[in-house]
């Protein structure tokens, strides 16, 4: 069983990555500007709707388990945008 530290570490060098990797696609010029925007779009739209997300299937089909099917139907989408991202390995980024 993982402790709750183990668990935070992994969670937090996971997030770190996803912040690399968008910051990378966006030039020196304008890269703290994309990276807020990018961020506050998605936390403000997923996040705000995250409740409805997770109680409407619940509703719908009574099982408490399918918010999980929604997490299953949308990993495909992610998959997809990270497979299209590219290398960013030996290339200036300034």
Known sequence: MQSWTQSHLRNRD???????NITEVFPLRIRATGLAIVYGLGV????GFAQFIATWPIGVTGSKLAPAGYVIAVSPVSMVAVFMSREMKGTALA
Not at 14 to 20: D, E, N, R, S, Y
Not at 44 to 47: F, K, P, R
């Open 14 to 20: 996971t997030l770190k990555g996803i912040g690399i």
């Open 44 to 47: 403000s739209v997923l996040g």
